[in-house]
DNA sequence: TTTATTAAAGTTTTT
DNA sequence: CTTTAATAAA
């Protein structure tokens, strides 16, 4: 029975704001609503901070706060939406309080979890090399897993006369079910299928799957979390220590969080209680990942003692783009009642609204426009955004700004490295670093030459047996381990060809190099050849390797590379692996924008069924709909100075239904007041 | 195992 | 209409 030993501590109890040592003069920095909120005495508090209010700095100048009160950085642990911008919120702390943020944690959920889990990967029951599945994983195991179970499949199919849900489909209930803590029974009915019970079926399939991840020593998205809770419960003694490590708990975009992050808020924060979260009901958009603002909104109600602050003014954008904001927002009926003030002086113009004949019309008035605004008004690229609601909506505005050759970064749905080339690439160091990683063996014997997902199959089983895979001990040399592997005659050159390369991953002191050295060893060795033998663009790939090497350089450990390669998201990769010194102008989705802002902001594509988007209304009815509205919230609260609203009418690709596009309600919802309406003509 | 042919489905957001 | 998935043949 482990002990926790508890050391006798300055009482973190509301210390004096203006304490004379202090080099912050917060009063001073902060408005009062803020300053309230920043010096908060210890206990449960909940910051609901507006649009453009500030949020951000409210955080960072409380974790300077505590930090000037004699707490410890590794004492706080600071959960926010994305990694990046954990790193921004750490470098304006760091620009407070210089060199005194060191050993503060701070990240994702995802990424928190991960780090406990390595930490303590065996109570866990994992080896500390486990793979993360991303969703492109996850979904050829569930894939197999069907088909593994193709009798099963059939029955249901002819008992029902449907067809049996496919693996994303399987996959989003299972981790929707997973992350709102709901019987999986039940998501099925209300999600799926009304009509047939086939969660029997599908309850099956999901055991499988979860075995199988066990099995590969991996985990995916939503395991990350669920298993750090479970190691919670299995190892209070665990959950003790970490209990006592975060005595300051701090969580950004709390309206995002689902209840197993509330879980797991709840547990870390079990004996102190010390909990500031922060955030936004009106900017709940991810509802489709087992978000609930019903938490933010219940939060003083579950836990008594609540200190609720609220920061309604907004710094960011002009009176006139605030109140298309707040008309819009207005109309929702499920939401705090709160007035966003705004403190910017109007700047004379109201946010335009246009109606474009086609989205190539639409894209072309944005270039236009764009390079108006950059030439006359001088505003940098990197001021100008265009936001949107799927990222199948920009792509003539990508042509267009490519033609008047106008620089932009495009945030893509595809994270950088889930690309086929760099998957492949990565595959090998996942192998190494867990030898039980089935996929990625598969995936690397899939890329000889003459062999398909029979042989791989074969192959697997008798890498199973070696004690590399078994035990995990690294073998002395790996071109004999590969050679006790029978591979057909076309495929054995470059079988043995990759032994050789893999005995030079091995350092000769039991241990492996460093992974840039791996990686040259792999590109030189193995995979340059496969890249150009099997791509017809295979210079851009090889640009990407290439990139994704001098990415790795900062790394020391594999182990870390990989994990940061799975939970970076998409754009914050980009920016460490790409060159962002180019100013450019940004395309992005709203959802992908959230907690950004620019000058000028042009949305597009704002036609009925397009933004609101039609699915998620049948979805969910009115609460879908709502959703919608507060994703028009989120993209109108972006802009600064101005903003653009803009819809085809025409839409000649539309193949199925009517190519005319009818205006949002969104916009109809607008007072015309509000806004100017600019009528294009075109100039041919 | 790979390639060719045909049929079907697709039009959301992401750690 | 375009892209992807399933199926058949080489």
């Given at each position: 029975m482990s002990r926790i030993y508890q050391l006798k501590r300055q009482p973190a109890g509301a210390p004096d704001p203006a304490s004379a040592h202090a080099s912050i003069d917060f009063a001073a920095e902060l408005n009062p609503q803020q300053f309230a909120a920043v010096?908060?005495?210890?206990?449960?508090?909940?910051?609901?901070?507006?649009?453009?209010?500030?949020?951000?700095?409210t955080l960072t100048y409380r974790v300077a706060y505590l930090l000037e009160n004699a707490i410890a950085p590794h004492n706080i642990l600071l959960l926010t939406f994305t990694n990046k911008s954990a790193r921004e919120m750490l470098e304006r702390v760091d620009h407070l309080l210089p060199g005194r943020t060191a050993g503060l944690w701070s990240g994702t959920f995802h990424s928190v979890c991960n780090r406990i889990l390595r930490r303590h990967a065996a109570a866990a029951g994992f080896t500390s090399g486990f793979?993360?599945?991303?969703?492109?994983?996850?979904?050829?195991?569930?894939?197999?897993?069907?088909?593994?179970?193709?009798?099963?499949?059939?029955q249901i199919e002819r008992a029902t006369g449907e067809k049996f849900p496919k693996a994303p489909v399987i996959l989003s209930l299972l981790s929707f079910a997973v992350n709102t803590r709901t019987p999986l029974a039940k998501v099925v009915r209300d999600r799926f299928s009304p009509g047939h019970d086939v969660s029997e079926?599908?309850?099956?399939?999901?055991?499988?799957?979860?075995?199988?991840?066990?099995?590969?020593?991996?985990?995916?998205?939503?395991?990350?979390?669920?298993?750090?809770?479970?190691?919670?419960?299995?190892?209070?003694?665990?959950?003790?220590?970490?209990?006592?490590?975060?005595?300051?708990?701090?969580?950004?975009?709390?309206?995002?969080?689902?209840?197993?992050?509330?879980?797991?808020?709840?547990?870390?924060?079990?004996t102190h209680g010390n909990v500031m979260v922060v955030g936004d009901d009106a900017q709940s958009i991810y509802s489709w990942r087992g978000a609930d603002f019903a938490n933010i909104i219940g939060f003083p109600e579950r836990h008594s003692g609540t200190q609720v602050f609220k920061i309604e003014t907004n710094y960011r954008s002009t009176p006139e783009i605030l109140s298309v904001a707040?008309?819009?927002?207005?109309?929702?009926?499920?939401?705090?009642?709160?007035?966003?003030?705004?403190?910017?002086?109007?700047?004379?113009?109201?946010?335009?609204?246009?109606?474009?004949?086609?989205?190539?019309?639409?894209?072309?008035?944005?270039?236009?426009?764009?390079?108006?605004?950059?030439?006359?008004?001088?505003?940098?690229?990197?001021?100008?955004?265009?936001?949107?609601?799927?990222?199948?909506?920009?792509?003539?505005?990508?042509?267009?700004?490519?033609?008047?050759?106008?620089?932009?970064?495009?945030?893509?749905?595809?994270?950088?490295?889930e690309s086929a080339h760099l998957k492949d690439f990565t595959a090998y160091l996942r192998l190494i670093v867990n030898p039980r990683d089935d996929a990625s063996f598969e995936r690397i014997a899939q890329m000889l030459p003459g062999i398909g997902a029979g042989t791989a199959a074969k192959m697997l089983a008798s890498w199973r047996l070696s004690p590399?895979?078994?035990?995990?001990?690294?073998?002395?040399?790996?071109?004999?381990?590969?050679?006790?592997?029978?591979?057909?005659?076309?495929?054995?050159?470059?079988?043995?060809?990759?032994?050789f390369t893999l005995d030079e991953f091995l350092d000769g002191n039991g241990g492996i190099h460093p992974p840039a050295t791996l990686m040259r060893s792999l590109w030189e060795g193995v995979y340059q050849k496969h890249l150009k033998a099997s791509f017809d663009n295979a210079s851009s790939r090889t640009e990407d390797v290439l990139q994704f090497m001098a990415f790795a350089d900062r790394y020391e450990s594999l182990q870390d590379l990989l994990s940061d390669l799975s939970l970076l998201s998409g754009p914050e990769a980009a920016d460490s692996a790409k060159s962002k010194d180019r100013e450019s102008v940004v395309l992005s989705t709203v959802h992908q924008a959230k907690g950004l802002e620019w000058k000028v902001v042009f949305i597009v594509w704002l036609a009925q069924g397009m933004f609101p988007n039609l699915r998620a209304v049948e979805e969910s009815g009115d609460l879908g709909l709502e959703e919608e509205r507060r994703l028009f919230y989120v993209a109108v609260t972006r802009a600064r100075e101005q903003l653009h609203l803009l819809y085809p009418r025409f839409w000649p690709k539309s193949y199925a239904g009517d190519p005319w596009q009818q205006p949002s309600q969104f916009l109809s919802e607008i007072p015309s007041t509000a806004i100017d309406e600019w009528r294009i003509g075109s100039g041919f």
């Open positions: 010096t908060s005495p210890p206990g449960k508090a909940l910051v609901l901070a507006g649009a453009g209010s500030g949020k951000t700095r793979s993360i599945l991303d969703s492109d994983d996850s979904k050829s195991l569930m894939s197999k897993v069907i088909k593994d179970n193709a009798e099963t499949v059939k079926g599908i309850r099956k399939i999901a055991d499988q799957y979860d075995q199988r991840k066990r099995d590969a020593n991996s985990a995916d998205f939503d395991d990350l979390l669920t298993r750090t809770l479970d190691l919670f419960s299995s190892h209070p003694g665990i959950l003790a220590e970490y209990q006592f490590q975060f005595q300051f708990i701090l969580v950004d975009e709390y309206q995002d969080t689902n209840p197993v992050q509330g879980e797991i808020i709840e547990k870390l924060a079990g707040n008309a819009s927002i207005g109309l929702n009926t499920r939401q705090f009642a709160k007035a966003l003030q705004p403190a910017c002086a109007s700047l004379q113009h109201k946010p335009v609204m246009a109606a474009l004949y086609t989205p190539e019309e639409q894209a072309m008035f944005v270039a236009q426009r764009m390079q108006e605004l950059h030439d006359e008004e001088g505003i940098p690229w990197n001021e100008m955004a265009v936001l949107y609601r799927a990222h199948f909506q920009s792509m003539e505005v990508q042509l267009h700004l490519t033609r008047a050759a106008i620089p932009f970064v495009v945030t893509s749905g595809l994270r950088f490295f590399f895979a078994s035990s995990g001990t690294l073998p002395t040399s790996f071109s004999d381990l590969l050679a006790s592997i029978k591979v057909p005659a076309r495929a054995q050159a470059d079988w043995t060809q990759l032994g």
